[in-house]
């Protein structure tokens, strides 16, 4: 699901959740007339609300904690994206050849990283920005200072830099860990949501139209918590996730007159 348009995944889910419920509450209707006349709402009244409270703050404690992942990945692509973009200030302060090495190392970085931005988001990384990395590592490791000026921004450009390889380990890291709640999470949450559509089917009511279309209300709201829970379970893949934004700003910093 993780390569899915946002909006055919939405339509998938409201189509097949709600194609099934009716399906199963034609043949509930069909096969059982009894439930009709609503013999069994007295109880259905008593244990929907039960149902649909849990089912809530199931569904809002899983989103509240797929969007606090979601935002600790947008502040740590920020945090490695405006590291590169300081190390870029000051370059000139060195020599030509020293600042022209440092500028095509974070141009190469920048443009490594954001191609491979994709296949991170999935747990794989590149060789090429690895590699990129570790040119930047040592254009600066044959800069040899001359003042205090230079020693200066050398030592804030370290800093920088060590803060750039911090924050991409980070993002790594949380793009291989933070995939969704686990399977066990994830039958609670299916479990809930089959009590949920249950119980609309069983509710008893002789007339069909309104029985339908209550168990289709409730069937489309079920298909956008699933959808919800699922576009937020990748931090850096879908339209709600992070973007690679920070890194193209390195190079537009760089390729921009100086």
């Known amino acids: 699901m993780t390569h899915v348009p946002s909006w055919l995944l939405l339509a998938g889910l409201v189509v097949g959740v709600t194609g099934g419920t009716a399906a199963a509450q034609a043949l509930v209707r069909h096969r059982f007339p009894r439930l009709r006349r609503g013999e069994q709402n007295e109880v259905a009244t008593f244990l929907f609300p039960v149902v649909a409270v849990v089912y809530g703050f199931l569904i809002g404690f899983i989103v509240l904690a797929l969007w606090g992942q979601v935002n600790a990945a947008d502040q740590t692509a920020r945090t490695e994206g405006a590291a590169a973009v300081q190390m870029t200030r000051g370059l000139d302060v060195f020599g030509k050849q020293e600042a022209a090495r440092i500028r095509q190392g974070l141009s190469a970085y920048g443009r490594a990283a954001e191609a491979e931005w994709y296949a991170a988001a999935a747990g794989r990384t590149a060789p090429e920005a690895e590699r990129a990395l570790d040119r930047l590592h040592s254009a600066y490791g044959t800069i040899r200072p001359r003042n205090d000026t230079q020693r200066a921004f050398l030592s804030s450009s370290l800093s920088s830099l060590r803060e750039l390889s911090s924050a991409r380990t980070e993002r790594l890291l ?56 699922t576009e937020l379970s990748y931090p850096f893949l879908g339209e709600f996730s992070t973007s690679p934004e920070p890194l193209r700003a390195v190079i537009e910093v760089l390729s921009s007159p100086h």
Do not use: N, Q
């Open 174 to 229: 949380e793009a291989r860990t933070d995939s969704g709640p686990p399977p066990s999470l994830w039958m609670a949450v299916l479990l809930t949501s089959g009590l949920i559509l249950g119980f609309s089917v069983v509710f008893g009511s002789e007339r069909a139209l309104i029985h339908y279309g209550m168990v289709g209300a409730v069937s489309v709201l079920v298909a956008a918590d699933l959808f919800l829970v």
